[in-house]
């Protein structure tokens, strides 16, 4: 099952991680967009008391004031440290000359003097206070907004004397302080979307192994242990993949011997049934296939012992037809024990194989049986293809379908094997190029001793029991084999497992 992004861990974590920062930006926005408020009001008095400090020290100096009323100094700005940039106005309390840093007209002239009186600067003279500092409107009556005609004034009285007015629009401050938040909010949403991408790269360097992981453990339900964790890492991660590792393989033991002891347990439970017939059977096929070879031998060897055989090549003949038969029986008798241990079930080890590299195997020992007769073998699957069963016996069901092809094909002709993959098995199909065989014939190719044609089984040896052999290995692995006629010749095939069910 692929999960979906949106289930995934990156995706939980990285939306975790994004909330949990969002809230906090946003707690910090609005404790800092008070704060800062507060503090660019904070400093902006602070800076008007320093600049009072500033024009305090520049009137003590009489040289300075001699050259304000000689005009020398025209305005009081480049002269004052003014870091709020604020109106400077110095009032001569005897004659009421201003000097400031700005232009002057007869309005502000007037304004300053109604300042004065509101503030009441003669009880401030006379209470010994140097400065205050107020927030004030200009016209009451026309302000309509907050900053709309509104300054913070510092009013003082100098060392010397002089009333000092200092102003600075209370916009400016607010001009600061919505520089300063949406500054705030600029750092903040780039620092989001930065930490969110570092997440999500962080998140799928430790989600990736995981995946992999899961990936494989797929894969292992399905029975299939070829995959392996890559281990990168010395951390936890690392440990699980390798503990999944070592899972897999005792998995594949497990399931391998489980395999081979319920196969085993089947194949002797049917023994039990079985065995009785098949010593029957074996016994009358055994009395029926060594009858013709015992009479041929009893013939010749009557035959020498009655002295027809006069001469020496005559005699050599004999010997030479007795032999021939007696090597037949012995190779009958081995093919008939084989075929006896494999229907009762002995020597069956399911394991875990490539069955590419097998047919391979079998191909390449067998193609010198095609030297004189200029037959093209034909396997065209290239991919490793694992299989459960029983490799030795499965070569036996190959080299047995491949023999017989060999000695039914016609000259000049081909042979081909291929593969149709299942659901849990592959059919591996040997086709050969040649004459197609009855209906009635084929449903008894694979019974023991039958035979097509005698005479040309009989030509090159044949006994009638290897097809009965693979009948009986592949019942032995509880799995289907068969033959079928196609346009031009006939198509054998038997199937294996590609999963390890038990």
């Known amino acids: 099952m692929r999960i979906r992004f949106k289930h995934s861990i990156r995706f939980k974590i990285a939306i975790i991680v994004f909330v949990t920062t969002l809230l906090t930006i946003l707690i910090s926005w609005a404790l800092s967009n008070h704060f800062i408020e507060r503090f660019y009001v904070s400093h902006t008095k602070n800076m008007l008391v320093e600049t009072y400090k500033s024009c305090n020290t520049f009137f003590q100096n009489t040289d300075n004031i001699l050259k304000l009323e000689n005009d020398e100094i025209v305005s009081l700005d480049g002269y004052i440290e003014n870091q709020t940039g604020a109106s ?50 200009v016209n009451p009556e026309t302000v309509t907004t907050e900053t709309s005609g ?50 999500l790269i962080v998140t799928n360097m430790f989600s ?45 033991n497990s399931i391998t011997e489980l395999k081979s002891a319920n196969l085993e347990l089947s194949n002797n439970l049917r023994e039990k049934e079985q065995i009785e017939d098949m010593r029957t059977e074996f016994l009358s096929h055994v009395s029926h296939e060594l009858k013709t070879p015992l009479a041929i031998i009893q013939g010749y060897a009557e035959g020498l012992k009655s002295g027809v055989a006069e001469d020496k090549e005559t005699m050599d003949y004999y010997c030479d037809v007795i032999s021939d038969e007696a090597t037949k029986m012995n190779e009958l008798v081995m093919r008939l024990i084989n075929l006896n241990q494999i229907e009762t079930g002995n020597d069956l080890s399911i394991e875990r194989f490539d069955l590419t590299k097998l047919i391979e195997d079998v191909i390449n020992n067998t193609t010198i049986l095609l030297k004189d007769r200029n037959v093209n073998i034909k396997f065209e699957e290239k991919e490793e293809k694992y299989v459960w069963a029983d490799s030795f016996r499965i070569e036996e069901v190959i080299t047995n379908y491949l023999s017989n092809a060999i000695h039914y094909v016609k000259d000049d002709g081909e042979i081909r094997l291929w593969y149709e993959d299942k659901k849990d098995t592959v059919r591996v199909n040997v086709y050969n190029y040649g004459d197609t065989i009855d209906k009635e014939n084929l449903e008894k190719l694979f019974i023991k001793f039958y035979k097509v044609d005698a005479a040309r089984t009989r030509s090159y040896g044949g006994s009638g029991i290897g097809l009965s052999i693979v009948a009986a290995i592949m019942k032995s692995h509880d799995k289907e084999y068969g033959a079928y006629n196609v346009e031009d010749g006939v198509v054998f095939y038997f199937e294996v497992d590609t999963n390890s069910n038990i």
């Open 150 to 199: 509104n300054y913070y004034d510092l009013v003082g009285i100098l060392d010397n004397g002089f009333i000092l007015v200092l102003r600075t629009p209370v916009e400016t401050v607010h001009d600061n302080i919505s520089f300063s938040t949406k500054l705030f909010a600029s750092v903040s949403l780039a620092l989001l979307i930065f930490e969110i991408l570092i997440v």
């Open 208 to 252: 990736k192994p995981i995946i992999e992981m899961s990936r494989v453990a797929r894969r292992m339900s399905n029975m299939d242990f070829s995959s392996k964790i890559e281990v990168t890492s010395n951390d936890e991660i690392g440990d699980l993949g390798e503990s999944m590792n070592e899972l897999s393989n005792k998995l594949e």
């Open 88 to 137: 400077i106005y110095a009032i001569s309390p005897d004659n009421f000359r201003v000097y400031s840093s700005v232009k002057l007209n007869d309005n502000t002239i007037t304004g300053l003097k109604s300042l004065i009186d509101d503030y009441k600067v003669d009880e401030m003279i006379q209470n010994n206070d140097k400065y205050k500092v107020i927030r004030n409107t």
